[in-house]
């Protein structure tokens, strides 16, 4: 079976950090490319980051560039998005997703289609 697992939310204060983790199981994990996105109460679906360690690509949104990190372990199948001075702003559910590698070798990754999702993680930012 395919899976997803997001794990490392938590609670925090404004300027803390975290690390969430993605644990991916069940698919080629080489295969394909590897998104975080987030979703906070009353709000859509907000695109994070996504990386493709096969090709050496990676994307953030702007409101997370230079505060937040993704990285991946191929090896464990697991990426990570290390989260730095976080705001208050970043409270949300935070899910991951697998899609295809077309997508951000052409730097689509915003009309990307995902295949593959799992249930997220609570991270809230106390200000």
């Known amino acids: 079976d395919v899976q997803l697992q997001a794990s490392g939310g938590g609670l925090v204060q404004a300027g803390g950090s975290l690390r969430l983790s993605c644990a991916a199981s069940?698919?080629?994990?080489?295969?394909?490319?590897i998104a975080w996105y987030r979703q906070a109460p009353g709000k859509g679906r907000e695109e994070v980051s996504c990386?493709?360690?096969?090709?050496?690509?990676?994307y953030y949104t702007d409101s997370v560039k230079g505060r937040f990190t993704i990285s991946s372990d191929n090896a464990k199948m697991t990426v990570y998005l290390q989260m730095d001075s976080l705001k208050a702003e970043d409270t949300a559910v935070y899910f991951c997703?697998?899609?295809?590698?077309?997508?951000?070798?052409?730097?689509?990754?915003?009309?990307?289609?995902?295949?593959?999702w799992g249930q997220g993680t609570q991270v809230t930012v106390s200000s």
């Open positions: 997703a697998a899609f295809s590698r077309w997508f951000i070798q052409r730097g689509q990754w915003g009309v990307a289609v995902y295949r593959y």
């Open positions: 069940g698919f080629s994990f080489d295969d394909y490319a």
């Open positions: 990386i493709s360690s096969t090709d050496g690509i990676s």
